[in-house]
C-alpha cells in the first residue's frame, strides 16, 4: 500500500461531523468524531479508574507509584501485589465490563429493544443456574464453578435462539422468549439454593452477586483471548448490524445477508456474555446500561459497539472502585454497586422517557 | 343494460418512445412458473411475469391478490417454492446479494428509520452495497447521497431528524436512500399508501421522472386503478395469484376487464388530462339494477 497521505474530508451531508479518512489507493474509513472523543474520553477515565483501583486497598499505593511498577521500575514489595494481586484482578474487571457492554450492545441492537440485554433475556440467570449445579449438587472447585457456569449461559443463550427461531430472529419474539426463559431458570435457580446446605448456599450467593473478589491471571488469559478473537469478528459484522437496524426488508434489500450477520454476532454475543459472567458472577445491569450510556454520549443512531465496549469497561472498574472507597476493601462485590446504579439509572431513564412522551 | 364501458382508443397519451413488452428480446428481471407461498398458504402458482426493461411497471389487483408477495418474490425476499425469479440471465438467490443490491433496489413497505437519525445518514445508508470494510466512505459515496437527496427534494433537511418529517416528506426521504444505491431496476411496493392526495402524485410524479430522465426500470404495487393507468407503462393485472391481462394501459384497461379483475362494474373513460383510460365506478343504483337484473335472469 502506497504511503496513507491521508485527509479528512468533511461530509457536508450531516452536521454530525462524520468524516472519511481517505487514501490515495482508494480505501476510505468513516469517522465519527464525536463517538471517537467519546471512546478516548471513556478510555481514559477506565485506565485512570484502573490506576486508582490498583492503588486502593488494605495497604494503599499512591497513584505514582502504581504507574512506576506497572512501567517496571517499582519496588519488589510493591511489585507483588500490584502485578501479582490487583493488576489480573482490574483486568479481569475491565474485560468483564467490556464483554458485557460490548454483548450487550449486540443484543439491544439486534432485538431493535433497549431492554433487550443478555440480563433481561435469561443469560445470567441461565450461568447461574449453570453455577449452581456445580455447587449445591456437586460441591464443585472454583474452576468446575466457571465452566458449569460457562456452560450454563451457552445453553441458555442457544436455547433462546432455537426458540425464537422461526424463519429469522425478530427483536419482539426474542425478548419474549429469553424473558420466558430467564423466568423459568429463576425458578430453577430458586429451587436448587433452597436444596443447598448453609456453605453451598452462602458459596451460591456470594458469586451469584457478581464480584471481582480473589480473581487472578486464570481468569484474565480464556477472557483477553475469547475477546481478541470476538471483537475483530464482530466489528466486521458491525456495517451490516447497522443496516439491519431499518427493518430486515431494508437491510436485506441493501444487500445485507441479514440471517447470517445476526447468527454470526448472537453467537459472539453470548459467548461473550458467558465468558465473563463465569469470571465474575452475573454483574447486574452493565450490558443494560452501558450501551444506553454510551449512545447517551456518541448521540448517534448505530450500535455504538465499541462506545459501549468502552463504556462497560469503565463502569465496571469505576463501580468497584466506588465500592472498596466507600465500604472498604473486598467488603462489597461489584455486582452490588452496579445493581443499585443500574438500577437508579433506569428509574431515571424511564422517567426521562416518559416527559419526553416516547412512553 | 349494456354493458357499461366502452373500448379504450388505443391513442399515444404518454409514451416515453420504448416498445414495451418486447417479447422477442430477454429482459433483465423476470419470474419463470413461480410458486409462491408462506408456508403452507399458497399465494400463486405457477405464475410468469416478465418486466420490461425500461418500463415503469405497474402491479394491480384487488385485496390479497399476491401483488405484493409477487413483488417481494421479484427483489428476492420470498424464495419461490417452485420455479425461478431470474435477473439478468441467472436465478436471483445464487446471485451474491450485494451485487443483486448493486442492480436491483426496493423500496418496501415495511422500513424503520433508527432513533435519532438524520436524513443525510439515512440516504447514506443506500450506498451499503457499494462499499466495503475498507472502503466504508468515498468521494462517489457523499457525491451520490447529494445527488440523490437533490434530485428528491430533500437536501435541505439533510440535517433534520427523520422522525420529525411529515409522511409525505419521509416518503421521499426513503425514495432518495433508494436512489443512492444506484440501481438500473427499481422496486416500489405502494409507495404511496398513507399520502394524502397531494402527496401520492408528487411521489408518483417523482416516480414518473426517475423512470424517464435515465430510462430506469420502475415496478411499483399500487393500489389506485386510477394512478397505475397515468403513470405506468406497462400493466400487470393479477387476480387470485395469476396474470389477468398485462400492457400498455391503453390497450388493455376496459370495464371487462376491470370487472374481472376487481369485481366492480364501471365506467372507463378518457382522463381529460393526459388521456389515459380513467375507472368511473358504476353509481350505487345502477349497481344494485345490475344485480337485480341478473338475480331475474337466474
Redesign the interface.
Known amino acids: 500500500m502506497r504511503t496513507p497521505t491521508t485527509r479528512t474530508a468533511k461530509t457536508p451531508t450531516a452536521s454530525r461531523a462524520v468524516r472519511a479518512l481517505r487514501t490515495p489507493g482508494g480505501l476510505s474509513v468513516r469517522l465519527d468524531l464525536r463517538a471517537l472523543t467519546v471512546v478516548v474520553l471513556l478510555l481514559a477515565a477506565a485506565l485512570a479508574a484502573s490506576v486508582l483501583l490498583i492503588g486502593t486497598g488494605d495497604y494503599p499505593i499512591p497513584a505514582g507509584d502504581v504507574l512506576r511498577t506497572l512501567l517496571g521500575n517499582g519496588d519488589r514489595g510493591q511489585e507483588f501485589i500490584v502485578n501479582e494481586l490487583r493488576l489480573p484482578r482490574v483486568l479481569v474487571g475491565l474485560l468483564v465490563g467490556a464483554s458485557l457492554g460490548l454483548g450487550g450492545a449486540l443484543f439491544q441492537s439486534i432485538s431493535r429493544n433497549p431492554l433487550g440485554s443478555p440480563d433481561v433475556l435469561g443469560l445470567s440467570q441461565g450461568s447461574t443456574a449453570g453455577a449452581l449445579v456445580v455447587i449445591v449438587l456437586m460441591s464443585g472447585s472454583a474452576t468446575a464453578v466457571t465452566l458449569g457456569a460457562l456452560v450454563g449461559g451457552l445453553v441458555t443463550g442457544f436455547a433462546i435462539y432455537l426458540l425464537a427461531w422461526k424463519q429469522g430472529v425478530h427483536g419482539y419474539r426474542l425478548v419474549l422468549v429469553g424473558i420466558g426463559v430467564s423466568a423459568i431458570v429463576t425458578a430453577v435457580n430458586g429451587y436448587l439454593l433452597t436444596k443447598a446446605d448453609l456453605v453451598d448456599a452462602a458459596r451460591a450467593v456470594v458469586w451469584m452477586t457478581g464480584s471481582l473478589n480473589g480473581r487472578g491471571w486464570e481468569q484474565v488469559w480464556p477472557l483477553l483471548g475469547l475477546c481478541a478473537v470476538l471483537v475483530p469478528l464482530i466489528l466486521v459484522n458491525a456495517r451490516g448490524l447497522r443496516m439491519t437496524e431499518m427493518g430486515d426488508d431494508v437491510s436485506y434489500a441493501l444487500g445485507v445477508r441479514v440471517e447470517r450477520v445476526r447468527l454470526v454476532l448472537m453467537v459472539s454475543a453470548v459467548l461473550l456474555t458467558a465468558a465473563a459472567t463465569a469470571a465474575a458472577g452475573p454483574v447486574g445491569f452493565v450490558a443494560l446500561t452501558a450501551p444506553q450510556l454510551a449512545r447517551r454520549l456518541t448521540r448517534s443512531p448505530g450500535p455504538n459497539l465499541v462506545p459501549s465496549l468502552c463504556m462497560g469497561a469503565t463502569l465496571l472498574v469505576t463501580a468497584d472502585w466506588a465500592s472498596q472507597r466507600a465500604f472498604g476493601a473486598d467488603q462489597l462485590p461489584v455486582g452490588v454497586v452496579t445493581g443499585v446504579l443500574g438500577g437508579i439509572y433506569l428509574l431515571w431513564l424511564l422517567v426521562t422517557e416518559r416527559r419526553a412522551g416516547r412512553i | 343494460m349494456k354493458a357499461t364501458g366502452k373500448t379504450h382508443a388505443i391513442s399515444e397519451p404518454r409514451t416515453t418512445g420504448e416498445t414495451n413488452n418486447r417479447r422477442s428480446t430477454v429482459n433483465r428481471l423476470s419470474a419463470e412458473n413461480v410458486t409462491l407461498a408462506y408456508d403452507q398458504r399458497v399465494i400463486a402458482e405457477q405464475l410468469s411475469v416478465e418486466i420490461p426493461d425500461n418500463s415503469f411497471t405497474v402491479i394491480v389487483g384487488p385485496n390479497a391478490c399476491g401483488k405484493s408477495t409477487l413483488l417481494r418474490a421479484l427483489?428476492?425476499?420470498l424464495r419461490p417454492s417452485e420455479g425461478r425469479v431470474l435477473l439478468d440471465g441467472q436465478v436471483i438467490q445464487s446471485t451474491p446479494?450485494?451485487?443483486?443490491?448493486?442492480t436491483l433496489?426496493?423500496?418496501?413497505?415495511?422500513?424503520?428509520?433508527?432513533?435519532?437519525?438524520?436524513v443525510?445518514?439515512?440516504?447514506?445508508?443506500?450506498r451499503?452495497?457499494h462499499?466495503g470494510?475498507?472502503?466504508?466512505?468515498?468521494?462517489e459515496d457523499?457525491r451520490v447521497?447529494?445527488e440523490s437527496?437533490a434530485r428528491t427534494g430533500v437536501a435541505d433537511l439533510?440535517?433534520r431528524h427523520v422522525d420529525e418529517l411529515s409522511g409525505g416528506q419521509r416518503q421521499r426521504v426513503w425514495i432518495a436512500m433508494?436512489l443512492a444505491?444506484q440501481t438500473p431496476l427499481l422496486l416500489l411496493d405502494e409507495p404511496t399508501t398513507y399520502l394524502d392526495i397531494q402527496h401520492q402524485i408528487d411521489v408518483l410524479d417523482l416516480c414518473a421522472e426517475l423512470h424517464e430522465e435515465q430510462g430506469r426500470t420502475l415496478v411499483a404495487v399500487l393500489h389506485d386503478l386510477n394512478h397505475a393507468a397515468r403513470y405506468a407503462t406497462h400493466l400487470i393485472a393479477l387476480r387470485g395469484g395469476r396474470v389477468v391481462a398485462e400492457g400498455a394501459p391503453n390497450d388493455i384497461v376496459t370495464a371487462e376487464l376491470v370487472e374481472e379483475v376487481f369485481g366492480l362494474r364501471c365506467q372507463v373513460i378518457d382522463d381529460p388530462e393526459t388521456g389515459t383510460p380513467l375507472v368511473v365506478p358504476a353509481a350505487r343504483r345502477a349497481r344494485t339494477e345490475v344485480r337485480a337484473a341478473a338475480t331475474e335472469a337466474s
Not at chain 2, 443525510?120 to 443506500?126: A, M, T, W, Y
Open positions: 427483489s428476492r425476499m446479494a450485494k451485487k443483486v443490491a448493486r433496489g426496493l423500496l418496501p413497505q415495511s422500513s424503520i428509520a433508527p432513533d435519532g437519525i438524520t443525510g445518514d439515512l440516504v447514506g445508508r443506500g451499503y452495497p462499499q470494510l475498507l472502503r466504508q466512505w468515498s468521494a457523499e447521497v447529494q437527496m439533510a440535517d433508494a444505491q
